[in-house]
């Protein structure tokens, strides 16, 4: 079909172009998170991270060094020296002594500063030479303000403050062993207690079928904001309190119907033969689930875990209301970053790791597991 | 104990235990309770099948009646009386949804409430079917659906991140590293704007956030849908002279009406319970609460279950009529 409609070439170009801009805006948000993450709080402060990757003319302010340094030769005092105190020297494309007029000299000009007593070369660079016949006094050297090319520079050091450094009390490895604590159990055992509801209520036969597939289909949409209260209070009574134990349990709970609803509505599907067959072989029902049905819904399984798995990983409400107590032991990724969304507002260069260190788990089982994903979507989304 | 242990502990366990508990509970209704043995085989045969549906059926129907059906009660008598020092309540009637109803706090996250009910399952539906009539079209189609699908694994609390960067402002003089700002600017803005504190309009910037993460549930759904029509349909239109444009609109859309409605209705759900983006990005400051974060703080920041569980019930009542269209589809579809 895509041929006839395809002759009218300016239309193909239009739907070229019109996705390309879709995608490349869908992308763009995440790529400034990813890009600043590689960026000190300098740069990112600085300029746009889109900047960042191209060689910049960036602006900065530096001194001479301090009148005390200075020299005397031949009745002319001089300082004497490099603005740039790390190795690697930029290209000094302008550079100014006024705040007003930051790029009014190029480089190897000569100007007089200090009210007309003394002269500044600065050269490309970096070497500058502060010239006075009389003493230069105060503590603090000139100013000077450079514009240089630099080159994209990217560093991993933010990533090695927040995950490796043991001293970094908002570090993200001990939250991070916390969500998969949370994470795994959370997402393994509704599987296997879902499987075998599914089971019976697409294969076996008794009364109340239809009502009980209605009731899973009802509980499907009941918002979590519901069972908050009611079970913390629950929780708090039997003793559990908050704990991993109330997350993993809670977690259980609400995915529940996802994963009795995707199952169930998978096996209905696997042939009919196949049960009947083992039926008359003399297999029980245990023996034609765990020999039969479970290897042949694997996909189905497989979508729901991932499903489980992005949910809980992803969680903050649940982790809020049952697992995080006041000690903050047990806090988790995403509780962690709202921490640091209030106390470092500003310290992009903190939180754009911090969250990419939280969204790179589920991005890999997402792009490793994309088929599944989508097969439990078409599947999941109530027909 | 180290919670990494206890975790492996409690996989151990959890998955033992229900393992073990089918098995045995199978093996005793089997073995011991019914033997399909004896001189009454054939009426232990029939017993032993009424009840073992019920065996595969208990853990999940205790966990759904215990985590969902039985809180859904709880939070409508809690809403209805008020906590009394010690542990005891008094029943109180309404006085919890009247104090509510008098706040104004309230009914701003009803209206905002109702602005993302509109807003966030359109505009999700329309890039989502935008996304899919246009990657179906080209042969690079399913790399552009991954990467826009992409968001959907990413937490609200990273979006709110991402997005918070986005909206980032600087003072003007300075770099802006929003990017936002920066092309509010290049576009010949004056003054670098805040976005999240604008009243009103900083709903719709949180908003965003939410249709780019749901854009890619709608486009997955939605290209399916388009695989699905038939090829002739769209053949006849054609050989009649229709143009892309009316091939779409008057032949594909209509098409696909069911599962335009699956889509909007799921993303409804999404949107009412949305919390975490609110919490993360404003804390519903700046006239931009929403029901479920008004809820959290009236539970937890206030310590007021009552008017809590009132709001936590208003939520219940708006996706009451979603969870009615369900029940009764999937009901008509088992027929």
């Known amino acids: ?383 | 104990m180290h919670p990494a242990l206890q975790g492996i502990l409690t996989i151990v366990i959890g998955v033992s235990g229900c393992v073990g508990y089918f098995y045995f509970s199978n093996q005793l209704l089997d073995k011991v309770l019914f033997p399909p043995r004896g001189p009454h085989a054939g009426r232990n045969i029939t017993r032993a099948n009424l009840i073992r549906p019920w065996l595969f059926l208990f853990p999940a129907l205790a966990a759904l009646s215990l985590y969902l059906a039985y809180p859904v009660f709880e939070t409508l008598r809690l809403s209805l009386t008020e906590r009394l020092p010690g542990d005891r309540s008094q029943f109180v009637g309404l006085a919890n949804y009247q104090k509510m109803f008098s706040e104004a706090k309230f009914w701003e996250a009803m209206r905002n409430n109702l602005l993302w009910l509109i807003v966030v399952p359109a505009l999700s539906t329309v890039f989502g079917l935008l996304a899919a009539q246009l990657s179906d079209r080209v042969r690079w189609g399913n790399i552009a659906k991954s990467l826009i699908f992409m968001p959907m694994a990413i937490s609200f609390v990273g979006a709110a991140v991402i997005f918070k960067l986005v909206y980032d402002t600087r003072p003007l003089g300075q770099e802006q590293i929003g990017v936002l700002n920066a092309i509010y600017l290049f576009l010949g803005g004056d003054h670098p704007a805040s976005w999240l504190t604008i009243p009103f309009w900083n709903n719709f910037f949180l908003m965003i956030v939410l249709v780019w993460i749901q854009t890619g549930f709608a486009m997955v759904i939605l290209s399916a849908a388009l695989r699905g029509i038939p090829e002739e349909t769209i053949e006849a239109a054609i050989v009649d002279g229709a143009n892309p444009f009316q091939v779409f609109f008057k032949i594909k859309v209509p098409q696909i009406m069911g599962t335009i409605v699956v889509v909007w209705t799921t993303i409804t759900i999404v949107v009412l319970k949305v919390f975490d983006i609110v919490f993360a990005m404003t804390n519903g400051q700046w006239e931009t609460q929403v029901l479920a974060n008004y809820m959290y703080d009236k539970m937890f920041r206030a310590n007021d279950w009552g008017v809590g569980s009132a709001s936590a019930m208003i939520i219940m009542l708006l996706v009451t009529p979603i969870l009615v269209w369900n029940v009764y589809n999937a009901r008509k579809e088992m027929r």
């Not at chain 1, 290209?91 to 007089?112: H, K, L, Y």
């Not at chain 1, 600065?122 to 450079?146: C, H, I, K, M, Q």
């Not at chain 1, 479970?294 to 979508?303: Q, R, T």
């Open chain 1, 1 to 383: 079909m895509d041929n006839i409609v395809g002759k009218k070439s300016g239309l193909v170009w239009a739907v070229h172009l019109s996705l390309a801009l879709l995608v490349i805006v869908w992308l763009f948000p995440t790529t400034g998170l990813l890009v600043s993450s590689f960026r000190t709080g300098d740069q990112i402060a600085t300029s746009g991270w889109w900047k960042s990757l191209t060689a910049s003319e960036q602006s900065q302010t530096l001194r001479t060094a301090s009148p005390d340094e200075q020299q005397e030769i031949d009745g002319v005092f001089v300082v004497e020296g490099n603005l740039f105190e790390s190795t690697d020297k930029p290209d000094i494309s302008s550079w100014g002594t006024s705040s007003r007029d930051i790029g009014a000299n190029a480089p190897g000009d000569t100007v007089e500063v200090n009210k007309g007593t003394a002269t500044l070369t600065v050269t490309a660079n970096g070497d500058y030479r502060l010239e006075s016949s009389e003493a230069f006094e105060g503590r603090r050297g000139e100013r000077v303000f450079l514009t240089a090319k630099t080159p994209p520079e990217f560093t991993l050091d933010n990533y090695d403050k927040v995950l490796f450094d043991e001293n970094n009390r908002e570090g993200m490895a001990k939250a991070f062993f916390n969500t998969l604590t949370v994470t795994i159990p959370a997402t393994i055992i509704p599987i296997l207690v879902a499987a075998f509801a599914a089971y019976a209520l697409a294969w076996m036969d008794f009364p109340g079928r239809a009502l009980l597939v209605a009731l899973v289909v009802g509980l499907l949409v009941v918002p979590l904001q519901l069972a908050l209260i009611p079970l913390l209070k629950l929780h708090n009574e039997v003793g559990i309190g908050k704990s991993y134990l109330g997350a993993w349990l809670a977690h259980t709970g609400f995915g529940m119907p996802l994963a009795i609803y995707l199952l169930r509505n998978y096996m209905v599907g696997l042939p009919k033969d196949i049960i009947e067959n083992a039926k008359v072989d003399g297999a029980t029902d245990f023996q034609i689930f765990v020999k039969i049905i479970l290897p042949l819904s694997f996909p189905a399984l497989a979508s729901f875990a991932i499903f489980q798995f992005l949910w809980t990983w992803n969680d903050l409400l649940v982790a809020l209301v049952f697992l995080i107590d006041s000690s903050g032991e047990t806090t988790v990724m995403t509780k962690q970053i709202v921490e640091l969304l209030g106390t470092r507002g500003g310290n992009w260069e903190i939180l754009a790791t911090s969250a990419f260190v939280s969204i790179a788990v589920p991005l890999a089982v997402f792009f490793a597991m994309q088929r599944y994903l989508v097969r439990g979507l078409l599947a999941g989304s109530v027909k």
